[in-house]
């Protein structure tokens, strides 16, 4: 099966100040993808967060959106997902940062996939939660230590599953 694709995404947005700590970002617009061989795909994407930094340089960014997702299952080339979250970054000092963060939503499938003997639509509700330390070396330098956690639950139990990941990083930027 060839997914080969093309995808543009053009959006416009607001961003402002709440208070002196609180910020907002929102941003709206349209996709294409442009698939070789499958049928092409055109909608409306969105997204936008909410940031406080109630002590500079740490800060809660809530977050949210759709979003339209490659897919893997077969017959489909795309799913929309829905999401929202929350995610703390903490100065625990000036080289050592704190990642927390939580997610979940639903993952709707547009074409109902065929199983067994049936068809029917594919929904897909998802929790997703991590913490990551970062230490910041040097300005070009850091190293990062993190944990991620996703659960997924199907209306098609062969497709739920749990999944931990424990990742560490060498981060090299100029």
């Given amino acids: 099966l060839d997914r080969d694709s093309d995808a543009w995404r053009f959006l416009v947005g607001v961003k ?8 907002v970002l929102l941003r709206i617009g349209w996709e294409w993808r442009d698939y070789d061989n499958r049928e092409d795909w055109d909608g ?3 997204e936008g967060s909410i940031i406080w930094k109630y002590r500079e340089p740490s800060q809660v960014r809530i977050f949210g959106g759709p979003a339209n997702v490659e897919s893997l299952f ?15 970054s903490h100065f625990l000092s000036e080289r050592v940062i704190l990642r927390v963060r939580g997610l979940g939503g639903v993952n709707q499938y547009p074409e ?3 199983l067994g003997v049936g068809s029917a639509d ?3 509700h998802f929790i997703e939660a991590g913490a ?3 230490y910041q070396m040097r300005r070009w330098l850091a190293f990062e230590l993190g944990y991620n956690f996703l659960w997924l639950n199907s209306n098609f139990d062969e497709f739920d ?5 424990v990742k560490a990083s060498v981060i090299f930027s100029y």
Avoid: C, I, Q
């Avoid at 599953?161 to 990941?165: E, G, H, I, Q, V």
């Fill in 44 to 46: 409306l994407v969105a």
């Fill in 112 to 114: 109902d996939p065929t």
């Fill in 74 to 88: 077969e017959g489909t080339n795309y799913y929309v997902s829905s999401f929202g979250g929350v995610e703390v």
């Fill in 161 to 165: 599953y749990t999944d931990n990941r």
């Fill in 132 to 134: 990551s330390v970062k």
């Fill in 122 to 124: 594919r929904t897909d």
């Fill in 16 to 23: 402002g100040d709440l208070t002196a700590k609180t910020s």
